[in-house]
């Protein structure tokens, strides 16, 4: 991968293991963020394939939509709870009130949905996240945080809160530029940063990152668009023998993630 200019800044290198901890996945849940610079990316999209692929494979799974301001995890629910990860972020509610699930046929995993309620967006204390990671941390293999895009006080609080970061980004100029930033922002914290996955990739060359920045590369996919617009993912399939190059992509992150250290 060539580099391309200035903003162009060595990251971790995702495989490196070497020394580090071996932990269970099965012991306690691991909290992974999905940030990004720009929205649209497809963070959501990449959130929910992922905790299918997780699911699929036998780990309980959550995620949590910190998308505060614009949430749509909701959108995908086939259980819905009676509250929100907003309600509970501004004391209203318990976490079982909270959690409904997405059901994959075999395998489903749980969500905690955000809503956009004006009046409540005063009374959030971000600082509940903590105690709301604490109390399912036992319950989950995986905790996925949906985070917002860029890097406000809702995104740096949750990613402060995380044991492994990836960054989604899309292949352009201006998205890599806004990666870059929030990685510099995220190497500057304790959570480990497992490297970028580029989405929505056309053609087999990245342009703007390398290789050894690159956790995942998925590309761009029709199919995994009007899933996600029908509220689904590529785990909905009802031909579950099939499985696309997209789909093997998510199922390989997801045996990355849970088979790698800890930290
Ligand atoms: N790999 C992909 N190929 C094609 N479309 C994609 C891909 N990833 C995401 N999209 C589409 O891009 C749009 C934005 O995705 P979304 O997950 O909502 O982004 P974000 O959460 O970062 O705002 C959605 O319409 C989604 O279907
Ligand atoms: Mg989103």
């Known amino acids: 991968m060539r580099k391309k200019h200035d903003e162009n ?10 020394g580090l901890r ?4 099965r012991q306690k849940g691991v909290v992974i963020a999905l940030p990004s610079g720009k929205g649209g990316v497809g963070k959501t999209t990449v959130a929910l394939n992922l905790a299918s692929a997780l699911a699929i494979k036998g780990h309980r799974v959550i995620v949590l939509d910190m998308n505060l301001m614009l949430p749509n995890v909701h959108l995908f629910l086939t259980h819905s709870p009676e509250k929100t990860l907003t309600h509970y972020l501004a004391g ?5 009130d909270a959690i409904g699930y997405v059901d994959l046929g075999k395998n489903k995993f749980d969500v905690i949905p ?17 105690r709301l990671i604490h109390e399912i941390k036992p319950e989950y293999d995986i ?3 949906d985070v917002a895009p860029g890097l406000t006080k809702y995104v740096i609080y949750p990613l402060k809160l995380s044991d492994q970061i990836f960054i989604v980004s899309s292949d352009t100029k201006p998205a890599y530029v806004d990666s870059m930033k929030v ?3 995220v190497s500057g914290i304790n959570a480990r940063f497992r490297g970028c996955i580029v989405n929505m990739v056309s053609g087999s060359e990245l342009r703007y990152f390398r290789h050894g920045d690159v956790f995942s590369v998925i590309p761009y ?4 668009e ?18 696309s190059q997209t789909k093997k992509i998510f199922l390989k992150m997801a045996d990355a993630i849970s088979k790698t250290p800890r930290f």
């Open 114 to 130: 955000a809503e956009s309620i004006v009046d409540y967006m005063k009374r959030i204390n971000i600082a509940n996240l903590s």
């Open 221 to 224: 996919d029709k199919k995994l």
């Open 9 to 18: 800044v060595a990251l971790n290198n995702p495989t490196t293991g070497i």
């Open 92 to 96: 209203d509610a318990e976490c079982e």
């Open 22 to 25: 071996f932990v269970s996945v």
């Open 143 to 145: 905790i996925i945080l």
């Open 183 to 185: 990685y510099r922002f």
């Open 226 to 243: 009007k899933t996600f617009r029908d509220g689904k993912t590529l785990f909905h399939s009802r031909l579950p023998a099939f499985i």
